[in-house]
């Protein structure tokens, strides 16, 4: 379970740079990201599938389909959504309404498995709701009248984020925790390609600068960007996704997902060069808290699991020949 932690925690904090990148490309619109970022994760993806290890064999079409989907929507449009919502209301706002996930995922991946009584997630849930409204409350504070339009717009394109990631979330637990799952790499592989065949309708959109002239050094920082963010924010961090998602509950993954909220805020206040308002800080610390207490929580129930598991069961009495002895032998069927 560590390591399944580890992993979830390190894909949060890539997938958090998706709060500053927009922003931090200017010149460059979205699209321009977007198309750059996922023909990267495309070509990385085809690259390593010339390894005999990583190529997609053994999938069915449903399967293949499914894969290729997932890259499409949970990638390209996720980032879409995300990208506008941080453009139209800034670095806080996008992260705290995605963030609402860890509350809304957990709750219907416990219905499906109950890993956990709700009376045991209620504090941990209540801890990660409390800190998103705070730092959603004090964002909508901040922002200057005038831009409240933009800052409702960006919440919008916040909410569909949300039911985007959500979408994807649950159907690529799915197909990880099945008794025929793929293998993490070969998945991801099949993601990347997903996601460079879901960007290539996008190439008309794309303007390198939108028109305005761009000079030597915005090239290069676009140019990394879409490096690290194709990369190390897509192919390694999907990866590294695969390894959470087979390795914790799934409700306890969902809740992890509030650490990409807390890395966003972290990247958008560096970026903007602030501190956190105090309101800010507060939730912050609430939502870290409901994480910790929920990793507590289901550690706890794992290594319970465990002993019981490895605990040998006694060996039942061997039958008696007398009537009375398999009668008796009938009730005890009949009690288990």
Known sequence: MILGIAAGLVTCALWGLTFVAPRAVAPFTTWDLTVARYLVFGVVSAGLML?????????????LVTGLLLGWI????????AAFAVRSAGAAIPPVVIGTMPVVLPVIANLRERALPW?????PLAAIAAGVALVDA??????????????????AFAGLALVIWIAYGLVNAAVMRAPDAPDGLRWTGIQGLGAALGC??????VSLGDGAPVSER??????????LMGVVGSWFATWSWMVAARRLPLALAAQ?????????????FLFEARWPSAAEAAGCALQLGGVAAATLLFGRAARA???????PRPEPPAPAQSAAGCGAGRDTGAAR
């Open 51 to 63: 390894h005999p290890r990583l190529r997609p064999r053994g999938l069915g079409p449903r399967r």
């Open 74 to 81: 949970g990638y390209v449009a996720y980032f879409v959504a």
């Open 119 to 123: 009376r045991r997630l209620a504090l």
């Open 138 to 155: 004090a964002a909508l504070a901040q922002a200057p009248p005038e831009n409240r339009e933009a800052v409702w717009l960006g919440t």
């Open 200 to 205: 290539l309708p996008l190439l008309p959109l």
């Open 218 to 227: 915005e090239w290069q920082v676009f140019a990394a960007w879409a490096l």
């Open 256 to 268: 992890l997902i509030v650490a990409e909220t807390v890395f966003g805020l972290v990247y958008g």
């Open 305 to 311: 699991a465990v002993a019981v598991t490895a605990t």
